[in-house]
Nanobody, 118 residues
């Protein structure tokens, strides 16, 4: 059974930072592209960042350098570090795992709420 478990969300003051973690089980982690997406109230889910099995990284243009994605294959974990956060970053953040060559192997975590507010 595949599980993606996110952690690290919560309340952050504007200008503050946080680190989200997503630990996977039930998959061969090193063979998956890992991604972070977010969904703000009333909006569609959108990409934040992805990191491939080979370590190639792509960020959405909207994150403006405020997020850094990384992965630790030994720990089956992907991270999202956010800094200088603005209220617009408030959203539920979701972890995604997609097999590098089998698109149907595509899994989501349950999401973690991030609220940027004073």
């Amino acid at each position: 059974q595949v599980q993606l478990v996110e952690s690290g969300g919560g309340l952050v003051q504007p200008g503050g930072s946080l680190r989200l973690s997503c630990t996977a089980s039930g998959i061969t982690f090193s063979m998956y592209t890992m991604g972070w997406y977010r969904q703000a109230p009333g909006k569609q889910r959108e990409l934040v960042a992805v990191i491939t099995s080979g370590g190639t990284i792509n960020y959405a243009g909207s994150v403006n350098g405020r997020f850094t994605i990384s992965r630790d294959n030994a720990k089956n974990t992907v991270y999202l570090q956010g800094s200088s956060l603005k209220p617009e970053a408030t959203a539920v953040y979701y972890c995604n795992a997609r097999h590098r060559s089998i698109n149907s192997l595509d899994y989501w975590g349950q999401g973690t709420q991030v609220t940027v507010s004073s």
